[in-house]
């Protein structure tokens, strides 16, 4: 039988066809599989990943929150949320996009596992003299299943990391949803250094790539938006904080050996001058946001 028999062209073959949801779930699943594995996922140690992550966040907040208020101005021109409006944001982190929405009078429920990232988002809220947001120390999983908001937001987040997070994300959401991804791999630079460098390997991050829930969302029959946002970053980061938040990283992928905590602090040092690694390079990230399917 050749490739062009009739009989093989008109089967249907899932794992070949783009407008197949199971292509997307399959690849969602074989691009998020290279992040770690997921069978020894250990929540302890990816606490300390954004326990650390929570420290730099703080100080680049005022910086992502002047950027992001213009995303969440398309969101209220899009009709996606209004003031007062509830709005969920799931992995809220430090809230680049919890504080925006909370300006523009939002009210906002701030959802994300790491108690640190909440209370950076805290002081930020304190001192900017906004109306506080109803703080959820809980991962995503864990939501109660009757909680519904106007709009449900997740920006960067591991809790949306497959179809299921996607079904999660609607079962939640009275009106909108919205996923901020990134749309190439370019901030994880270092990353992609330390793994060349320490572990030998060529890795390309792809579990992050907005292209699998918006190929996922068509696929299955919904009518997903997509903007796209570009930004330019320069950043001068601490060698130590740096050091300590690759060092967490690789060890809640399992690289918590001597040897190679050792060989990244060396590999990072390498990189740096008087203590700062300079990063530079175009942040590209897709706004994707749908109405749910109403038999979700
Ligand atoms: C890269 S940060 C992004 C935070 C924020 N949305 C932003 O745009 O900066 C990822 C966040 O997802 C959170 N997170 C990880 N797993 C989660 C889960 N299962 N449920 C909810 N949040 C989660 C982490 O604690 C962390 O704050």
């Not at 779930?25 to 074989?30: L, Q």
């Amino acid at each position: 039988m050749t490739a062009t028999d009739p009989e093989t062209v008109n089967q249907p073959n899932h794992a070949d066809d783009p407008t197949d949801i199971e292509f997307w779930k399959r690849a969602w699943r074989r691009a998020d599989a290279s992040l770690g594995d997921a069978a020894n996922f250990d929540l302890a140690k990816w606490r300390r990943v954004w326990k650390n992550l929570s420290r730099g966040d703080a100080d680049r907040l005022d910086e992502r929150v002047t950027r992001n208020r213009e995303l969440i101005d398309f969101m209220v021109r899009e009709g996606l949320v209004a003031e007062g409006a509830t709005a969920l944001d799931v992995g809220c982190g430090s809230g680049p996009f919890a504080i925006p929405l909370l300006e523009r009078g939002v009210r906002v429920t701030a959802l994300d596992p790491s108690e640190e990232m909440l209370e950076t988002l805290r002081d930020a809220v304190e001192s900017r003299g906004l109306p506080h947001p109803d703080y959820r120390a809980i991962p995503f999983e864990a939501i109660e299943p009757d909680n519904r908001y106007d709009f449900a937001l997740a920006a960067y987040t591991p809790a949306v990391k497959d179809f299921d997070g996607v079904f999660a994300l609607e079962r939640v959401a009275r009106g909108f949803c919205g996923i901020v991804s990134l749309a190439d791999n370019q901030i994880f630079q270092l990353r992609d250094y330390l793994y060349r460098e320490v572990l030998g390997v060529e890795r390309v991050s792809n579990g992050g790539n907005a292209l699998f829930p918006f190929g996922a969302l068509f696929a299955s029959g919904r009518s997903p938006n997509v903007r796209f946002v570009e930004e330019r970053i320069e950043r001068a980061r601490d060698l130590d904080e740096t050091t300590a938040t690759q060092q967490a990283y690789f060890a809640a992928l399992g690289y918590d050996d001597d040897r190679t905590q050792t060989l990244i602090a060396e590999r990072l040092a390498d990189r740096a001058a008087d203590g700062v690694i300079l990063e530079r390079f175009v942040k590209r990230s897709a706004f994707i946001y749908w109405r749910p399917s109403e038999d979700r």
